[in-house]
């Protein structure tokens, strides 16, 4: 009898050690993107992608975090969305993460779909203050918003692109009233007319609308939502999508439509569902070659 209850006690603190150990092991995950629409003075132009953090903590005030980016010796780092959690009004991680980030790289910021569900939640009012804290700090906040990055002569045009609540399904109980899809003119209406002789990256927090972003033209989506699907099987990919669906389309990794890449991270935190399972958290680390 001893002997069974000390095999089952080290099978359960085994378990409990290993989906740790998934939830808390920072990757690095790299990615070149060649183009010839990249300027010669952009070639090894390094960009990390920050994704999902949703109020977690990797050591300390984020060190741990922080030493990964700073590994990389990024040119600039993107946030796609989700540093804070919707239900949840301790945003002190988030402005902390950017307070430290800011003083070594400029940082490019949109909001995600839990940003956008702490204002009509009630934590409401405690957002306000976050969301006017957030505008005092030295961040590029893109709110349908496109800003030029220049090196010497050269530049690269980065876009941040909002997508509404109401095309998260999961947050509405009328599920056949739901968005499914964005209009024909939905993102150039919010970012005007693209030039596509330049190189263009857009920040789009949820992926599912790829093939929009591919008909806006942009070369390069960075995006994340899906958490890596939570759960990954070889072969097979993403258990499960935040838009409760199984087997997501989008889930992970590099996706390529006509002229333009999408990265999807599986982003470092998260929500409702708190484990991950061969998913583990990671920043983003994309390397422009001129080509």
Known sequence: MVTQILIGSTIVLGTALFLKNETEDLEVTKYEIKNSKIPKAFDDF??????????????KNNEKLLKKID???????????????G??????????????????YKVYHIIGNHEQKSLIKKYKEEYKIYFNKLSNKPIIDLNNEKVVVNKENSSINIYGLIVPLDYYPYF??????????LDKNFITNRLGTLNEKEFNIMLAHTPFFFENYT????????????????IRLPFVGGVLSPNREFFP???????????????????LGGSKV??????KPEIVSITLKHE
């Open 46 to 59: 390094k960009i990390v992608q920050v994704s999902d953090l949703h109020n977690k903590s990797f050591g």
């Open 71 to 85: 590994d990389e010796k990024p040119d600039i780092v993107v946030i796609t969305g989700d540093l804070v959690e």
């Open 87 to 104: 239900d949840n009004k301790n945003f002190k991680v988030a402005l902390n993460l950017i307070d430290e980030l800011t003083k070594k």
């Open 172 to 181: 509405f109980k009328n599920y056949k009233n739901r968005k499914k899809s």
């Open 215 to 230: 008909n806006y033209g942009v070369d390069l989506v960075l995006a994340g939502h899906v958490h890596g699907g939570i």
């Open 249 to 267: 389309k989008y889930d992970f990794g590099k996706y390529e439509d006509k002229n333009t890449s999408m990265i999807l991270s599986k982003g």
């Open 274 to 279: 708190l484990i991950r399972l061969n998913c």
